[in-house]
């Protein structure tokens, strides 16, 4: 009864507005209110709605010639734009999956199953450990062994091995996966806290051991690249040293790997710059304050901390990975500065690795790819390619490239 009441509430307001006008003969007014009474009832059963709105914009959307009796002034202009809104087919844009200008909106083919442009391919998921998460083209069929970390039923394309930045967040590494994946390479992204770069025995130690045992137990994953960021540089360094305690053992992953890509490589020296700009980058003072910590832990730790950040530093100098390298870096860079670069640079190619050097005089620290996109792309597929990296994907591929 309630609903009821509402109904022929919200009904008499109408019929108020169509009357106030004095363009509306008796006629039209009587028509009107034959139209709305006539259907203000069985939406409200039909739909089990128990809102008056409801059940009045079934009944103005099936009684169409309303429209025409609602004046071009005054109140009954929004009437009548709320009466085409609600005939207006509703189509929706993902602009998030595919940037479109608004004059090409409509030339966006959908699968009307799944609303995703058909042009845009999938992009799966699955988190390994928690520092460890991979990406691929295909869907997941198996699963993978808490213990050994052995993916049953891989996929069996090339991996990229990425050691992402501090702090990075999912929506940017998966622009620099989409890279590689829509090569045809599968991504594995290795990423720490910063509670475990503080303290390494209990943290990136352990990350580099999970590294390791996956790349032991998942053979099938080959040729492999390795694309780092920033502190991902001493994150390796982790990895190489425990490679280094049974060369024999781990030869051939080493094997395995084809090239390495290097953007913004951090040293242990830019720890106390890096940390506190990854947590507060737009705090200055939170900035100083954790500065000053990190000098204070790095000098009262040494033992539990430091000297591990020297061991790993002097592994990445000497390194393990004898193929060719490409450094991005800029000129403002503090946190990966060119001189740092070089100096690894310069160690690498005494070893004869060769090395390839791209640097910018302004850009911005892990974030190269975003502000000299189509340099970064070129110097990249043409490493790869030099490297033979891209003759382990298909022919499509390659052609598409």
């Given at each position: 009864?309630?609903?009821?009441?509402?109904?022929?509430?919200?009904?008499?307001?109408?019929?108020?507005?169509?009357?106030?006008?004095?363009?509306?003969?008796?006629?039209?007014?009587?028509?009107?209110?034959?139209?709305?009474?006539?259907?203000?009832?069985?939406?409200?059963?039909?739909?089990?709605?128990?809102?008056?709105?409801?059940?009045?914009?079934?009944?103005?959307?099936?009684?169409?010639?309303?429209?025409?009796?609602?004046?071009?002034?005054?109140?009954?202009?929004?009437?009548?734009?709320?009466?085409?809104?609600?005939?207006?087919?509703?189509?929706?844009?993902?602009?998030?999956?595919?940037?479109?200008?608004?004059?090409?909106?409509?030339?966006?083919?959908?699968?009307?199953?799944?609303?995703?442009?058909?042009?845009?391919?999938?992009?799966?998921?699955?988190?390994?450990?928690?520092?460890?998460?991979?990406?691929?083209?295909?869907?997941?069929?198996?699963?993978?062994?808490?213990?050994?970390?052995?993916?049953?039923?891989?996929?069996?394309?090339?991996?990229?091995?990425?050691?992402?930045?501090?702090?990075?967040?999912?929506?940017?590494?998966?622009?620099?996966?989409?890279?590689?994946?829509?090569?045809?390479?599968?991504?594995?992204?290795?990423?720490?806290?910063?509670?475990?770069?503080?303290?390494?025995?209990?943290?990136?130690?352990?990350?580099?051991?999970?590294?390791?045992?996956?790349?032991?137990?998942?053979?099938?994953y080959t040729p492999i690249v390795v694309h780092g960021f920033s502190v991902g540089a001493y994150q390796l360094g982790e990895v190489?040293?425990?490679?280094?305690?049974?060369?024999?053992?781990?030869?051939?992953?080493?094997?395995?790997?084809?090239?390495?890509?290097?953007?913004?490589?951090?040293?242990?020296?830019?720890?106390?710059?890096?940390?506190?700009?990854?947590?507060?980058?737009?705090?200055?003072?939170?900035?100083?304050?954790?500065?000053?910590?990190?000098?204070?832990?790095?000098?009262?730790?040494?033992?539990?901390?430091?000297?591990?950040?020297?061991r790993s530093s002097q592994m990445f100098h000497s390194t393990l990975i004898k193929q060719p390298a490409l450094f991005f870096v800029?000129?403002?860079?503090?946190?990966?500065?060119?001189?740092?670069?070089?100096?690894?640079?310069?160690?690498?190619?005494?070893?004869?690795?060769?090395?390839?050097?791209?640097?910018?005089?302004?850009?911005?620290?892990?974030?190269?790819?975003?502000?000299?996109?189509?340099?970064?792309?070129?110097?990249?597929?043409?490493?790869?390619?030099?490297?033979?990296?891209?003759?382990?994907?298909?022919?499509?591929?390659?052609?598409?490239?």
């Open positions: 009864m309630a609903s009821t009441k509402q109904c022929v509430t919200s009904a008499t307001r109408v019929l108020r507005l169509l009357t106030v006008t004095s363009s509306l003969n008796k006629t039209n007014c009587c028509n009107a209110k034959k139209s709305i009474n006539a259907s203000i009832v069985s939406p409200m059963q039909a739909e089990g709605s128990t809102t008056a709105s409801k059940a009045l914009e079934h009944a103005l959307t099936n009684n169409k010639e309303i429209l025409s009796l609602v004046p071009n002034f005054g109140h009954s202009t929004l009437l009548k734009s709320r009466l085409n809104y609600i005939s207006k087919p509703n189509y929706r844009y993902f602009s998030s999956l595919q940037k479109t200008n608004s004059s090409n909106k409509s030339a966006i083919i959908t699968d009307q199953k799944t609303m995703v442009p058909w042009n845009c391919r999938y992009l799966s998921s699955k988190e390994v450990t928690k520092n460890m998460t991979l990406f691929t083209t295909e869907p997941f069929k198996g699963e993978v062994d808490p213990k050994t970390l052995e993916i049953k039923q891989s996929s069996g394309n090339p991996l990229v091995l990425m050691m992402a930045w501090l702090m990075a967040k999912q929506k940017h590494l998966k622009k620099y996966a989409q890279i590689y994946t829509e090569m045809g390479f599968d991504v594995m992204i290795v990423h720490v806290t910063p509670w475990q770069l503080l303290w390494p025995v209990k943290g990136t130690q352990v990350v580099a051991a999970d590294t390791l045992k996956f790349l032991e137990n998942n053979g099938s190489m040293l425990q490679m280094s305690r049974n060369k024999e053992r781990y030869a051939g992953i080493l094997d395995r790997i084809v090239c390495q890509i290097w953007d913004s490589a951090a040293d242990i020296t830019e720890i106390p710059v890096g940390v506190p700009k990854s947590l507060f980058p737009k705090n200055p003072r939170m900035q100083s304050a954790l500065r000053n910590y990190i000098l204070y832990h790095m000098k009262t730790f040494h033992n539990q901390a430091t000297i591990h950040y020297m800029s000129e403002n860079d503090n946190i990966g500065p060119p001189s740092s670069n070089h100096a690894v640079r310069e160690n690498w190619e005494r070893a004869n690795i060769k090395c390839t050097f791209k640097c910018w005089e302004h850009s911005q620290h892990a974030a190269h790819f975003i502000r000299h996109r189509e340099e970064y792309l070129g110097c990249l597929l043409k490493h790869l390619e030099s490297s033979g990296a891209i003759d382990s994907i298909g022919l499509k591929t390659r052609a598409k490239l």
